[in-house]
């Protein structure tokens, strides 16, 4: 069955970078959209970025010029590089391809 399994959350404090990872198993990343979400506390799930299959990208406008979202098809893996972070961008953060979800990995900006 697919999975997708994402990387590298954490702790870091405002200002700071972080960089997440979504590797899929059992579903070809080549011909598909892909696309990061995160969900605050007490917040509905909101999409963040997403790139398609083509290379074609597009950010939600409170990480404009601060996220910078890529894929590598040969891995089957797209990721989330997070810079400027602020104490607002704390959510888990989930990766999407179709109807398929990650479990989400955790961050945290705090000072």
């Known amino acids: 069955q697919v999975q997708l399994v994402e990387s590298g959350g954490g702790l870091v404090q405002p200002g700071g970078s972080l960089g997440l990872s979504c590797a899929a198993s059992?579903?070809?990343?080549?011909?598909?959209?892909m696309n990061w979400y995160r969900q605050a506390p007490e917040n509905k799930r909101e999409w963040v970025a997403s790139?398609?299959?083509?290379?074609?990208?597009n950010y939600t406008d409170s990480v404009q010029g601060r996220f910078t979202i890529s894929r590598d098809n040969a891995k089957n893996t797209v990721y989330l590089q997070m810079s400027s972070l602020k104490p607002e961008d704390t959510a888990i953060y989930y990766c999407?391809?179709?109807?398929?979800w990650g479990l989400g990995t955790q961050v945290t900006v705090s000072g």
């Open positions: 999407n391809i179709k109807q398929y």
């Open positions: 059992k579903i070809s990343f080549t011909y598909n959209d």
């Open positions: 790139i398609t299959h083509g290379g074609l990208i």
